[in-house]
């Protein structure tokens, strides 16, 4: 009985269908492990995945916040020198004449007299180059300050530097008044206009002959000497005139 037992199990354990049993089970533990591992490894790569994406996203948003401003630039950059182009045509005088045809317009338009005007110009820049004018001016304060008002408000580009009240005399203000403009290199060139400091540094000293304001000869400076004009109220008119012509 027990030797038959025995030639059983060893028929059994040689027979092909158990082998094949146990095959298949290797084979299904090794599947199982497997799967798991991949569903592991694939809900791993999911949460990574989604993480990364989100992280794309924020930067993204952020990169579309960053540019915002720089949309349409081409377009602002074209508005901007239009805008440019009209100030310098608009506000920028054409040569030394106008500017000082226009001082001595606002001088009678105001009621106050100049007693005496200075013009030097600064070192040429990149398109324009600075025009002093240092003016010595009488009148009441209220005619004084009318001026003052009309030259920051005009259509030419003024800018008034620096004011300095020196005294006062029977009712009339003396004024120390530094007005600077611009002109193109080209017209600051051929005005015949002395190289000179800004306002509030040495000044080039005035020639000993001095021509009326708004002078339209603008070559009679003598080279090297800031042009002088000594305005009183009455001459203004034909220095207008004469700029007119």
């Known amino acids: 009985m027990r030797e038959k037992t025995t030639t059983t199990w060893r028929e059994r354990l040689a027979a092909p269908l158990t082998w094949h049993v146990v095959g298949f089970s290797v084979l299904l533990v090794t599947l199982i492990v497997l799967a798991t591992r991949f569903a592991l490894d694939w809900a791993a790569i999911r949460s990574s995945s989604s993480d990364a994406f989100a992280s794309k996203q924020v930067e993204l948003k952020a990169m579309e916040i960053q540019t915002v401003p720089l ?35 606002l001088q009678i338009k105001s009621g106050v007299r100049m007693t005496r005007i200075n013009y030097a110009q600064g070192k040429p820049g990149s398109d324009l180059t600075e025009i002093f004018a240092d003016a010595s001016i009488t009148g009441d304060y209220a005619q004084i300050m009318h001026f003052v008002n009309s030259l920051e408000r005009d259509k030419i580009f003024f800018v008034v530097k620096q004011m300095g ?22 017209a600051a060139a051929a005005s015949g206009l002395p190289q000179a400091a800004p306002p509030g540094k040495s000044q080039p000293a005035a020639p000993p002959s001095a021509a009326p304001a708004g002078s339209p000869a603008d070559g009679a400076a003598p080279a090297g000497a800031a042009r002088t004009a000594a305005a009183p109220a009455a001459a203004a008119p034909a220095a207008a005139a004469g700029e007119g012509e």
């Open 71 to 105: 949309r349409g630039l081409d377009r602002r950059v074209a508005e901007t020198r239009d805008q440019i182009k009209t100030f310098y045509t608009d506000r920028i005088p054409a040569n030394y004449s106008s500017f000082a045809t226009r001082i001595s317009e």
């Open 165 to 186: 009240l020196t005294g006062q005399q029977g009712g009339l203000v003396n004024l120390r008044l530094q007005v600077s403009t611009w002109m193109r290199n080209a």
